[in-house]
């Protein structure tokens, strides 16, 4: 069977990603209701200019509540490009934007399905104000791993750094164990973390790997089952099912000059086996 990838315009929203054996490696929760204005519960959101409530705008920014378009004067491809699918997508500040993030941006994302099945977004950011002024922001790609049973999940990459704890008011820790593992709710900021994060399901005897360039933070969610039934598009049960690891640029927020660009890249892939750690 063919890899697989589906894109909703609305966010620019991977919401479905499958492996040659039909497999969703996404997870999308069964109440999602694909209804603008609300955003899409699973697969891939982007959160831009905001990540979280870490400012004044809507939880997450609104880039995934926007309708995106294609872009018909996207970057030139890069010569690796043979045996790739690709899709081009623009988000331009509208005037509505403009009254809440008074910036005015050009936001190009590329998703890329590679021959073995890997997908990689590609976000570049540039300042296109003509008032002199710089602006800031944060960024994170929201990805929603689909595993068979979150007890039997653990993460590899994030030992020993430090991280701020959602749960506990961003207050900043260590990370002491070896890899992490789930027994409760989990929201977490690591920092400085490195380019290649692994997220191991020991049942299914899988491995996704995220390799990211740009995005030096990870943040790790599961909201765990009180959490989970307060939410209205999410199954009481769901949580066990899906793991939040996200490519992130959060401690340090990025600022842009008029005419320059940010660029932001996450690549993710799957082995059919567990990584030796």
């Given at each position: 069977m063919m890899r697989y990838c589906s894109i909703y315009l609305y966010?620019?929203?991977?919401?479905?990603?499958?492996?040659?054996?039909?497999?969703?490696?996404?997870?999308?929760?069964?109440?999602?209701?694909?209804?603008?204005?609300?955003?899409?519960?699973?697969?891939?959101?982007?959160?831009?200019?905001?990540?979280?409530?870490?400012?004044?705008?809507?939880?997450?920014?609104?880039?995934?509540?926007?309708?995106?378009?294609?872009?018909?004067?996207?970057?030139?491809?890069?010569?690796?490009?043979?045996?790739?699918?690709?899709?081009?997508?623009?988000?331009?500040?509208?005037?509505?934007?403009?009254?809440?993030?008074?910036?005015?941006?050009?936001?190009?994302?590329?998703?890329?399905?590679g021959p073995g099945g890997d997908l990689m977004l590609t976000s570049r950011v540039r300042n296109t104000g003509t008032d002199g002024k710089p602006f800031t922001f944060t960024f994170a790609y929201h990805t929603y791993f689909s595993v068979s049973d979150i007890s039997e999940v653990r993460v590899e990459g994030l030992e020993t750094l430090d991280y701020l704890d959602n749960c506990q008011k961003r207050e900043r820790f260590t990370e002491q164990g070896d890899s992490l593992t789930f027994e409760s709710e989990v929201d977490r900021i690591y920092l400085s973390t490195p380019t290649k994060i692994a997220v191991m399901d020991h049942e299914k005897k899988r491995t996704f790997l995220i390799r990211k360039d740009?995005?030096?933070?990870?943040?790790?969610?599961?909201?765990?089952?009180?959490?989970?039934?307060?939410?209205?598009?999410?199954?009481?049960?769901?949580?066990?099912?899906?793991v939040c690891v996200e490519a992130a640029a959060v401690e340090k927020p990025i600022t842009l000059k008029p005419g320059e660009e940010w660029r932001g890249r996450q690549e993710l892939s799957v082995v059919n086996k567990l990584l030796d750690s």
């Open positions: 966010g620019a929203h991977v919401t479905s990603w499958k492996n040659e054996h039909g497999e969703e490696l996404l997870f999308i929760s069964s109440k999602e209701i694909f209804k603008p204005p609300k955003p899409i519960r699973g697969g891939i959101p982007i959160c831009f200019p905001q990540f979280s409530n870490l400012g004044p705008l809507e939880l997450h920014g609104f880039a995934r509540n926007r309708l995106w378009a294609l872009d018909d004067d996207p970057p030139p491809l890069p010569p690796d490009v043979t045996n790739k699918v690709f899709l081009d997508l623009i988000l331009r500040s509208t005037t509505e934007d403009l009254k809440i993030w008074p910036h005015s941006f050009e936001y190009r994302l590329r998703i890329t399905l740009g995005l030096p933070d990870a943040v790790v969610w599961n909201p765990w089952d009180k959490k989970a039934k307060a939410m209205a598009d999410f199954g009481d049960d769901e949580y066990k099912h899906m």
